[in-house]
Nanobody
Framework: QVQLVESGGGLVQAGDSLTLTCAAS????????MGWFRQAPGKDREFVAS????????EYAESVKGRFTISRDNAKNTMTLQMNSLKPEDTAVYYC????????????WGQGTQVTVSS
């Protein structure tokens, strides 16, 4: 099973930016889609953004549209999430995961990276 490692979280103020990175250890690496999710304390995990690995097709949650940008580097097997105009409600543990095919659900969850946005 592919192993994913998230990095880039931290403590920032409202309005600041952060860039999260998800690195995949599997070689070769050719998933169908990769995604970012987040889980705030006391809440369910929620979808943030996803990207189709080869076509680059992108989806965003409404709450992050216009502020977050997802991208991937096929050569480096990495996915990034550029987060701008951060809000306190963006505070959560952010996870990345992968869908190996259209028929498969997300899997290979990393350990997560904490993002804390102070007001």
């Amino acid at each position: 099973q592919v192993q994913l490692v998230e990095s880039g979280g931290g403590l920032v103020q409202a309005g600041d930016s952060l860039t999260l990175t998800c690195a995949a250890s599997e070689r070769p690496f050719s998933p169908y889609r990769m995604g970012w999710f987040r889980q705030a304390p006391g809440k369910d995990r929620e979808f943030v953004a996803s990207i189709e690995w080869f076509s680059g097709g992108i989806e965003y949650a409404e709450s992050v549209k216009g502020r977050f940008t997802i991208s991937r580097d096929n050569a480096k097997n990495t996915m990034t999430l550029q987060m701008n105009s951060l809000k306190p409600e963006d505070t959560a543990v952010y996870y990345c995961a992968v869908r190996s095919s259209r028929r498969r659900d997300y899997e290979g969850w990393g350990q997560g990276t904490q993002v804390t946005v102070s007001s």
